[in-house]
């Protein structure tokens, strides 16, 4: 793979854009009402904690083995539906999600982790990737809000947030049981 910043910035889009069970834990995140300030607090909290554990984790400072980040992440998904389905008003989920994400991060490693980067472009590298990772973030978010305060104005906005996440949360448990399990 050629190391230029450009090859690991698709590498990062592409990379979140595969990852089903990254892509269910952001909308399950968005799914809840919330005002947009709590929006953005949610999405900065989860871009620092996974930018901590992803370079913590490519630089070889932490490493959690798979088999117990993978079924976090599947439990994050569980967890946060769940939240959405008790709580009609979710607050302060920034510090959920902050914590949440430092699991993510280590997920988003994986795919670095192997592929022995040369220490001369690692911090571009790692950048490059993670900006991939934001920009698809963003974008879909982006795309999100505005369907989702359009729903949230309907009379039967509670009833599809909480199907939305009886579904995210089956998917979870599933995801959850394949990877303990299997």
Sequence with gaps: MNSGWYSFFTLGMNHIL?????LLFLFSLVVARQTFKQYTGMITAFTIAHSITLSLTVLGIIDVSPRIVEPAIAL???FVAIDNIIRKQVSHRWVLTFFFGLIHGMGFADILKGMN???SQLAVDLLSFNLGIEVVQITLVGVALPLL?????WKFSRNAV???SVLAFVLGGIWLSQRVFF
């Design 18 to 22: 595969s990852g089903y069970d990254h």
């Design 162 to 164: 909480i199907a939305g």
């Design 149 to 153: 305060m359009m729903m949230h104005k």
């Design 76 to 78: 994050s998904i569980c």
């Design 117 to 119: 980067l040369p220490k």
